[in-house]
């Protein structure tokens, strides 16, 4: 998530224009945003007990259903008349908020003071879950936007959703269409909104942290604002993929040192990459570890 000018002065490809792949968990050079979940990793992640699975199948998952459909007519109808997608991001706070209260999961952020607040910035994390949207809506004390594939803007209700509400659609058809895709993350940041994505590109099988793609570090360096490292420790366990049942358990959000851009270009996106896993990685050790 057709060679481009821009592609070429990108890392990622090799001296035939092919996007370089790799098979370590270290991040690719590619300055894409990958649009499915990894295939044919080892499933490890553990069931809830019997009597949760229950509470989840018979009460927990139905309000989270329905809490999201309520919220997301809501927010439909708010963007009628709210163009700037700020009263649609308040609704969507309010409905993270509600989905966390259902699974009985409270959220602590660590790391606090280095968010920047009064900055424009792109904020990275891992991914987990399905719950790590609802936890960063629910816990990031701003208004920011998030990007998401180009196919959900062709949905009923959803696409409309994110077109009025100022998502960033990335559609990853071509290197061309891509590199418009990131660019148009560029124009958000320029206009003052921060952006929050995984540059995983899909939930992790495993837990484990997966190879990063460099489109997160480009759209920073271009547009000169810091890239920030969020570590999300314990969402892995509240809902793995492939689970369909909640585990209510303590969730954190670890916010690492911002990563500064200014100085850099578009060929040191794979560097700047490079540290923004090492970062995710090194935390996630830490703390989930200690949890």
Not at 11 to 34: L, R, T
């Amino acid at each position: 998530m057709n060679d481009s000018p821009l592609a070429e002065n990108l890392p990622g490809k090799n001296e035939n224009g092919a996007a370089s792949v790799s098979s370590e968990p270290k991040p690719s050079a590619q300055p894409a945003f990958s649009v499915e979940e990894p295939e044919g990793l080892p499933f490890t992640s553990k069931q809830p007990p019997l009597l949760l699975r229950w509470l989840s199948y018979l009460l927990l998952i139905p309000l989270v259903g329905l809490a999201t459909a309520g919220f997301g007519c809501i927010s439909l109808l708010a963007g009628l008349w709210d163009k700037s997608g700020r009263q649609q991001h308040a609704i969507a706070h309010l409905w993270a908020r509600t989905l966390l209260l259902i699974s009985l999961s409270p959220v602590k952020i660590i790391g606090r003071e280095k968010l920047h607040e009064q900055e424009t910035a792109v904020y990275a994390s891992n991914h987990l879950s399905y719950m790590d949207t609802p936890v960063l809506f629910a816990k990031l004390p701003f208004q920011f936007r998030i990007l998401a594939k180009q196919s959900l803007w062709k949905i009923p209700f959803i696409g409309w959703y994110l077109n009025r509400s100022g998502q960033v659609p990335v559609d990853s058809k071509s290197p061309r269409s891509l590199i418009a895709s990131l660019n148009r993350g560029v124009a958000t940041l320029k206009h003052g909104l921060p952006l929050v994505l995984f540059p995983e590109g899909g939930r992790a099988a495993t837990g484990q942290l997966q190879t990063m793609m460099s489109g997160c570090a480009y759209m920073a360096i271009k547009a000169q604002v810091p890239l920030v490292p969020l570590t999300l420790i314990g969402t892995y366990e509240l809902l793995p993929i492939h689970v369909y049942a909640l585990h209510p358990r303590p969730v954190f959000i670890v916010i690492g040192d911002p990563i500064p851009t200014v100085g850099l270009n578009a060929r040191d996106a794979d560097s700047l990459t490079q540290r923004l896993y090492d970062s995710i990685s090194a935390t996630y050790s830490q703390y989930s570890t200690n949890q």
